[in-house]
């Protein structure tokens, strides 16, 4: 059950009709299997597809980073405000603070990780620059060898060979 949409057709591709929702829902919640079934779709389908299709492994990223964001905000809502504990007439705030900063430590590393790929350039990206720069060097060197040859040439063509060169004093 796939949809063409505007953005798959410029790319040639089919995109299909549960990625979208799929991905607004990691991103509120952070939760694949419930994001799964939200955008009515089974888990293995999914992850075939992240395996086979990297825009689609890059915006499950982009969407799983954005729902840890939405996780920590939430925590430090929590944090900040507590939890009400107990009956109305004895209640009282609970900040269960050991387990806001162990959550916030587990997805830190991976969000951090994530961000850091989204702003360097890609492996591609950065050989074909590494490549267009050597290309650049052989072509000023190329340069470089045709001139000294040139000046060599003309050197000659100016000065020509002295008698000593032309072995006339070896005759003496």
Not at 42 to 66: G, P, Q
Not at 107 to 118: D, G, I, P, T
Request: net charge neutral; glycine share 6%; hydrophobic share 40%.
């Amino acid at each position: 059950m796939a949809t063409s949409s505007p953005g798959g057709a410029m790319h040639g591709r089919n995109i299909p009709a549960w990625r979208e929702p799929f991905l607004a829902a990691l991103a509120e919640s952070s939760n694949i299997a419930g994001s799964a079934r939200a955008a009515k779709v089974n888990k293995s389908t999914i992850y075939k597809h992240r395996r086979e299709n990297a825009d689609f492994r890059s915006a499950w990223f982009d969407a799983l980073c954005e729902g840890y964001d939405n996780l920590e905000m939430s925590l430090l809502y929590r944090l900040r405000i507590g939890e009400l504990e107990g009956t109305k007439t004895k209640a009282r705030r609970k900040f269960d603070n050991a387990t806001a900063f162990r959550l916030l430590a587990a997805h830190r590393e991976s969000v951090s990780q994530r961000k850091a790929l989204r702003d360097d350039e890609g492996e591609d990206a950065i050989l074909a620059s590494i490549n267009t720069k050597l290309d650049a060097m052989r072509a000023r060197e190329k340069a470089v060898q045709i001139l000294i040859a040139q000046d060599s040439a003309s050197s000659t063509a100016m000065c020509p060979a002295s008698e000593t060169e032309n072995g006339a004093d070896d005759a003496h």
